[in-house]
């Protein structure tokens, strides 16, 4: 949100001056909540480690403490007390009945009023009008999000109307490698069916 503000401010035609008292929230050292902690929450964990956040997640089951160990990460049984801590919470859970709405007008509401919210899940995890109200009202200082619903949102969405939320197309893996690396293991998959072969990232159905 900093950055995408500044940015702004460069480049407007209008601009004359940078404000002085123009400041943003540290990284380093804040604390990190991480719901839904499978591969890539995982992932994220190692890089927020290098900016020495402190890292609490939630997830169905606990990882291995040899893992969380290696990344600092605390476990949380109760997303609540996740919610209360964070200063920035990380939504990367699959969507599934569970989940569709699993962060709603309470969840916002156990959220420090300086937190920041990022989803990079799924849209429909969020109850998008909740959160309009929360960011209205400042319940939360700010949210990211790179998925919504639907996508795109309708070009009279309240969330685009706020200024304390910066809002991505769902470009989380808009990259030209990891495509290329999708596409990959697309073919290998097409090519172990046709050999008769185990499917290597077969979805087992639960």
Request: hydrophobic share 45%.
């Amino acid at each position: 949100l900093f950055s995408h503000s500044g940015c702004q401010i460069a480049i407007s035609p209008d601009t004359e001056h940078f404000a002085v008292d123009w400041l943003g929230v540290e990284v380093t050292r804040a604390t990190l909540g991480i719901i839904g902690m499978g591969s890539i929450g995982y992932k994220v964990a190692q890089r927020a480690k290098a900016f020495e956040m402190k890292i609490l997640y939630h997830n169905r089951n606990r990882r291995k403490r040899e893992e969380e160990q290696a990344v600092g990460a605390h476990y949380c049984e109760k997303m609540d007390d996740l919610l209360q801590q964070s200063d920035f919470v990380l939504l990367v859970v699959n969507l599934s009945p569970e989940t569709r709405k699993l962060i709603g007008k309470r969840e916002l509401g156990l959220m420090k009023p300086t937190a920041t919210l990022i989803n990079i899940s799924r849209g429909a995890v969020i109850d998008q009008d909740a959160l309009v109200e929360a960011l209205q009202k400042k319940i939360i200082r700010a949210a990211a999000l790179d998925v919504t619903y639907p996508e795109p949102l309708p070009r009279d969405h309240p969330l685009l109307k706020l200024n304390n939320i910066i809002i991505t197309p769902h470009i989380g893996t808009a990259t030209v490698q990891a495509i290329r690396m999708m596409a990959e293991e697309a073919i290998t998959n097409m090519l172990a069916v046709l050999n008769g072969q185990p499917i290597p990232s077969e979805v087992v159905p639960k």
